[in-house]
Each structure stands twice: as structure tokens, then as C-alpha cells.
């Protein structure tokens, strides 16, 4: 794992464990489910790469579900060439999971061939200058410390050949996130509860049950018991569903009057955040350890992203930079994402688990 982790800064709550161990290749790839982001984050926090595919390309059987319309299942890798690879085993058909026959036709014989060192020349991207976050502090020392990696990364994008759009600007940004992704709880509880159903043997029968246990660190819990109770049967269940449709058709039309290829931002406003002495016990550690976070697009969407390595700040934490593409545009991201790591080639290991000859 990278140094920073030792002087206790947070890997984004989610998936963290599995992404530092692959950045200190104790492993080659893995797989993680991403509802709002925990695929891209902690990759972008381990200067990995990681993918969230369009949502019906993987099948999400045997997951743990947190919201259904949104849940995902993708590769974590040091290399964008090994993203690929593993989209390649795990992408396609399930009958176990019936929305991956909304899939069909969408998958390449390989995400390999789309893997070219010249793949930005041409490609027209638009830069998403807006936080996604109504916290983010754009005065902040650390805002700026990653708005200069994302600036250098797009000047490198634009001597690729790339024509860059900057800015393009969503209507209403902030409060769409907030309204379809903060505050949709409603597919959450009956979602885990018809999970837990089909295990009889697990130590509990539903969500409000693990949540009431104590074993949930008030930090997570806090926030979901208040939301116990909320069914997709509520009249506010139809209104997210109605502004996500809407976001979406609005994000579409942008790209296509700008005949963008995919839209650019950081993954995170803000480097990894210092863990507080009182993680465990304070409610409000969920909020505090991700700040800036701009993941949340495209699960409302259900478009694809992927965040690259985009370097390190001047104290050594890594940064990410995020391509979100249209509905299964997979193979643009592959080469737009693989053009911009070989020319920058920002991934480093850290000291402690250098990589061994041959290794990536």
C-alpha cells in the first residue's frame, strides 16, 4: 500500500482493503462492486485504474446488493491492459442475472483491441469543471494541489491530440447528485433483506436487524437506520427515477452537441483524507472521510468510468483522473484511458513492495 496509508489517510470506506493490496502487488487485479463509487475511488486513492462498467454488462449474481439500479460489478488493476483483460472474462450474459440481457450485442470479442497508444489524436473530450459535491472548497490548499494534476493531465491529453472541451456544464449538477444518489434509499432494505432470505444460515434476516445489532460502527449506521422503513412503493422512489431519467437525457444531448467522445474530471476534488482519532464513533465520519467526491455521476446514469492514475501531489498522495463515456462506450474508455497512461505512465508502486522484473 502506498506510504500515505501510514499516516492514516482514508481509502474511501469501500473496497479499500483489495486495492491496496494490488497496489503493492500482492496482487494482480480484482473485482469489486461499485453502487456510487467504490470501484474508481479507492483505485484513484492507490493510483490504480478502475472501471465501472455500463450496468447490465456484468453480471451482479452472488453480490450483496445496496441499490439495485445502480449496483455494478469492476475490475481494480494496475494497468489499464489488465482492466481490460479481466472486463473480458467477467462481462456478458448471465442468466442468474436477468439485466445482463440488455447487454446483448454490446460486448466485444476482446476490450484488448481497443488498446492504442494513439487513442486520444481525435478524440474530442469535455472537462466537467464543476464539483459534484456542495462541500468541496475550491479555495482549499487541496483542491488546488489536484485541480494542477488534472490541469497538467489535460494539457498532456491536448499534446496527444485530443481537442478538449473545457468547461461543459450539467444544469443544476449538485442538487441532481444530491436528489437521485444522497437521498435514494429507497431500494436499499428490501434489496439486503431479499439477500439475506436466500442465505438462512447468515447471523442475521435483515438490515434493520445488523443495524440495531451493534456491531455496526455508528460512522455507516447512523445514516441508513434513519432511512429504514423506505420502500420503491413511496411516491419519492418515482421522483428520483424521473430526475435520474432526466439527467440522463440531459448529459446525452450535452455530448452529443458537443460531439464529445467521453467527459473528463477528477475522481476526487481532494486528495485521501486524514482518518480522525474518533472514525468509529463519530456519525458524521462517513461525510468527513469523502470529501470531493465526484463518483456519484455515473452510477445515477448508468454510464460507464474509468479513473486513471493522474500522479501524486507534492506530499506523495495519489490522484485520479475520471472518463465517464456514454452507455457501453467501454471500448473509448479502454483507448482513451490506455493512450493517456502509456504517455504518462503515473502508476508507482510504493518503496515498501517494489515490483519485480517484468511486473507492470
Do not use: W
Not at 496482487?27 to 486513492?45: H, K, M, N, Q
Not at 435483515?206 to 447512523?222: A, C, F, K, Q
Amino acid at each position: 500500500m502506498h506510504r500515505f496509508r501510514f499516516r492514516g489517510r482514508s481509502q474511501r470506506l469501500c473496497s479499500g482493503a483489495q486495492p491496496t493490496g494490488i497496489a503493492a502487488n500482492f496482487a494482480t487485479v480484482g473485482i469489486a462492486e461499485d453502487t456510487g463509487g467504490s470501484v474508481r475511488g479507492p483505485a484513484a486513492l492507490n493510483s490504480l485504474v478502475g472501471l465501472r462498467p455500463t450496468v447490465p454488462l456484468v453480471s451482479r449474481f452472488g453480490m450483496m446488493p445496496a441499490t439495485p439500479s445502480q449496483d455494478t460489478l469492476g475490475p481494480i488493476a494496475r494497468t489499464v491492459k489488465d482492466a481490460a483483460l479481466l472486463l473480458d472474462v467477467i462481462a456478458g450474459y448471465d442468466p442468474n442475472d436477468p439485466v445482463t440481457a440488455y447487454a446483448a450485442g454490446q460486448v466485444p470479442p476482446t476490450y484488448t483491441a481497443f488498446l492504442n497508444r494513439d487513442g486520444l489524436r481525435g478524440a474530442r473530450l469535455g472537462v466537467i469543471r464543476e464539483p459534484f459535491d456542495p462541500k468541496t472548497d475550491m479555495t482549499s490548499d487541496d483542491y488546488k494541489k489536484v485541480k494542477a494534476l488534472i490541469d497538467k493531465g489535460l494539457a498532456d491529453m491536448r499534446r496527444l491530440g485530443a481537442e478538449v472541451v473545457d468547461p461543459v456544464t450539467i444544469p443544476e449538477l449538485k442538487d441532481r447528485v444530491k436528489k437521485t444518489f444522497d437521498d435514494n434509499f429507497f431500494e436499499t432494505e428490501q434489496a439486503i433483506d431479499g439477500y439475506l432470505a436466500k442465505h438462512p444460515n447468515a447471523p442475521a434476516k435483515t438490515l434493520r436487524e445488523i443495524l440495531l445489532s451493534g456491531m455496526v460502527v455508528p460512522s455507516r449506521s447512523t445514516r441508513l437506520i434513519t432511512n429504514v422503513g423506505r420502500t420503491t412503493d413511496e411516491p419519492g422512489y418515482v421522483k428520483v427515477l424521473l430526475l435520474r431519467e432526466e439527467t440522463r437525457q440531459i448529459v446525452l444531448q450535452l455530448m452529443a452537441d458537443n460531439r464529445l467522445d467521453a467527459l473528463v474530471y477528477a475522481t476526487f476534488d481532494y486528495p485521501a483524507a486524514i482518518i480522525r482519532p474518533d472514525a468509529l464513533t463519530n456519525p458524521s465520519f462517513a461525510d468527513l472521510a469523502d470529501p470531493g467526491n465526484n463518483r456519484r455521476l455515473a452510477p445515477i446514469l448508468g454510464f460507464p468510468a474509468m479513473s486513471v492514475p493522474a500522479g501524486f501531489t507534492a506530499d506523495g498522495l495519489p490522484v485520479g483522473i475520471e472518463f465517464m463515456g456514454k452507455p457501453f462506450a467501454e471500448p473509448t474508455l479502454f483507448k482513451i484511458g490506455y493512450a493517456y497512461e502509456q504517455a504518462t505512465h503515473h502508476r508507482k508502486p510504493p518503496a515498501t513492495t517494489p515490483q519485480l522484473r517484468g511486473e507492470p
